[in-house]
């Protein structure tokens, strides 16, 4: 159960072409845009699309098999945790985010 308590899946599309950075000690790191949509009927019976952009990240492995296999607009299922960080920006000022570190994917595209 304990692998229940910050679990997130996801399914959308990539925004972008996957972002890959080779760090000291030739650790990977991918980060990703994801894009889900849902869908729904408002009071006059029109359908609205909504939108939400996920920041997506993968390390070692996984950001390999995503530097190899992904590209813009592939349609994927992801699977991991939610974290919270935080970082100064280029200007001093504190930022903080939210990302999805994947551990699992599945590619939903058909060839």
Known sequence: MNSLKNKVQLIGNLGNAPEIKTLDGGKKLARLSLATNES???AKGEKITETQWHNVIA???????IEKYFTKGLEVMVEGKLINRNYTDKDGIKR???????NEFLILTKK
């Not at 903080?96 to 994947?102: M, R, S």
């Open 40 to 42: 729904y009927k408002n």
């Open 96 to 102: 903080y985010t939210t990302e999805v570190q994947a």
């Open 59 to 65: 390390w070692d492995k996984t950001a390999e098999i």
